[in-house]
């Protein structure tokens, strides 16, 4: 599994502040607890700034990467934004993300083209948001080929399936589950990624339903998660499903978390 | 207004056999059909917004609530004539431009709705021009505008600057909402109202149009 730290987005009223005051040894903690907590990738959004939000994602991008040693997963519906971003990171990012709408795909497909990056390809059509397994499949499949098409290699490609909240339709989670696993069959060597918390959006004990929904959609083949890795209840039920499915020789990921205090039961 | 306590409860339950039975009995009883809505319909949703706002019941439940007294509106629909209901105020609303996200309009617009408003809903990726046509067109006393993307929020200060140039700004109360819109936001763009949930929506309306 491909673990993408959540933390630093400024809708998080912490780390927006942090942003505003330029608290650059505070971004770099959060950076580097979910770096030394698993995270592969490290997530950056600075959306809730608006039309500052190019040059606050900027100054993100390079604050992180002089915290840690990864790459970063630069995360914006904005075009303007993403490119700007990428010019000041340093490495592979993970493009969050690209869709069928026309404004962002026509911006985003010569950016992701022209140079070595993961690319999230969030299944949103052109004109509306799909609800069925096939048409998540549809979207999906449509964005692989502009993708590939441009030459990027399926395994750099993280095929969001759009999660929706069950709370206002009871399928959405078997909608979500559907296209997953048709996604990884259809396209060997593709990943699939989502982020957790829209599927409890309405509902109760919400952690509890994101931490079952992950360990769901991990049985369908899901490859990659944006979370949060210093959640120690997630990140054990993530590396307990991960060894479960036989993805974790000699239980060794498992372990080694356990004797580092990284996953609880409680 | 007591008779109605046993509609009223089937629709807070969600229970839409009984509501429908409820209603039905109503009619039969040649009960005056704005008290149904009023005292039976509205009383119910009123108080399922309100504890939706406490964090005592969550959407789910909600939306069968809302459901419920729709299939009773059904029923209820072919007895209407010319005068009888008395709609509280239209509410145009919508999902800004450039923005697909509809979970948390319709959400608002089927709270609305239950608490009595006539609801014209333009959908989703609507243009400033959209909104103000339709302002005018109906002479709405709301305008609703929803966004769910931070990049889409502009787009909410730009419709607002449209009903300025259209000389109707003052004609129509704007209320918004959507997940990165804030308080601070809508003072900013100068909107009448920021509702963070369906249930301060129908609080936040009836403020804006002096029914509470």
Not at chain 1, 71 to 92: F, I, N, W, Y
Not at chain 1, 238 to 261: F, H, P, R, T, V
Not at chain 2, 2 to 23: C, P, Q, R, W
Not at chain 2, 55 to 75: D, H, N
Request: hydrophobic content about 45%; glycine content about 8%; proline content about 4%.
């Amino acid at each position: 599994m491909i673990i993408v730290g959540e933390k630093i987005n400024t809708s998080r009223t912490r780390i927006a502040a942090a942003v505003e005051n330029q608290d650059s040894h505070f971004i770099g903690q959060i950076a580097i607890q979910q770096a030394q907590a698993g995270a592969h990738f490290i997530d950056v959004n600075a959306g809730t700034f608006l039309e500052r939000e190019s040059e606050c994602l900027r100054w993100l991008v390079e604050t992180v990467q002089n915290a840690v040693d990864l790459p970063l997963c630069l995360d914006s519906p904005s075009p303007q934004a993403l490119t700007e971003a990428m010019k000041v990171h340093r490495g592979e990012p993970m493009i969050n993300s690209i869709s069928l709408e026309t404004e962002r795909l026509e911006a985003l497909l010569p950016v992701v083209a022209g140079q070595p990056c993961h690319i999230v390809a969030l299944c949103m059509a052109q004109t509306s948001m799909p609800s069925t397994v096939a048409e998540r499949v549809e979207v999906g499949s449509q964005l692989i080929k502009h993708l590939t098409e441009r030459g990027v290699p399926l395994e750099r490609i993280y095929v969001d399936p759009l999660i929706q909240p069950v709370s206002v339709d009871t399928q959405m989670g078997g909608a979500a589950l559907g296209a997953i696993q048709r996604i990884m069959a259809e396209f060997p060597g593709v990943n699939t990624i989502c982020g957790l918390s829209n599927i409890s959006f309405g509902l109760p004990v919400r952690r509890l339903i994101n931490r079952n929904f992950l360990v769901l959609c991990m049985a369908h083949g899901l490859s990659a998660a944006i979370l949060d890795p210093t959640d120690k209840q997630l990140m054990a039920a993530l590396l307990s499903a991960d060894m479960l499915l036989g993805n974790d020789e000699y239980c060794e990921k498992y372990i080694e978390a356990y004797q580092q205090g990284l996953i609880t039961d409680r | 207004m007591a008779e109605f306590n046993a509609l009223t409860e089937s629709v807070i339950k969600g229970d839409i056999k009984s509501a429908v039975a409820e209603t039905q009995k109503a009619l039969e009883t040649g009960q005056d059909i704005q008290s149904i809505i009023d005292d039976g319909l509205i009383r119910a949703m009123d108080d399922v917004g309100e504890r939706f706002s406490k964090g005592q019941i969550f959407v789910p439940q909600m939306l069968r609530s809302a459901k419920t007294m729709q299939e009773c509106m059904k029923l209820i629909q072919p007895h209407f004539k010319e005068g009888d209901v008395k709609a509280k105020g239209k509410v145009v609303i919508g999902t800004v431009k450039g923005d697909l996200h509809d979970i948390g309009k319709n959400l608002v617009s089927m709270m609305l709705e239950g608490a009595g408003f006539t609801i014209i809903d333009l959908g989703v990726d609507v243009n400033p021009e959209a909104f103000v046509e339709k302002v005018k067109e109906t002479e709405a006393d709301i305008m609703g505008m929803s966004a769910l993307l931070s990049t889409t929020m502009p787009a909410m200060r730009h419709t607002i600057d449209a009903l300025k140039e259209a000389g109707i700004r003052d004609q129509v109360k704007v209320m918004i909402g959507g997940a990165p819109v804030t308080d601070d936001f809508a003072r900013e763009i100068k909107a009448d109202a920021y509702a963070p949930d369906a249930g301060s929506a129908v609080i936040q309306t009836k403020k804006l149009l002096g029914l509470s």
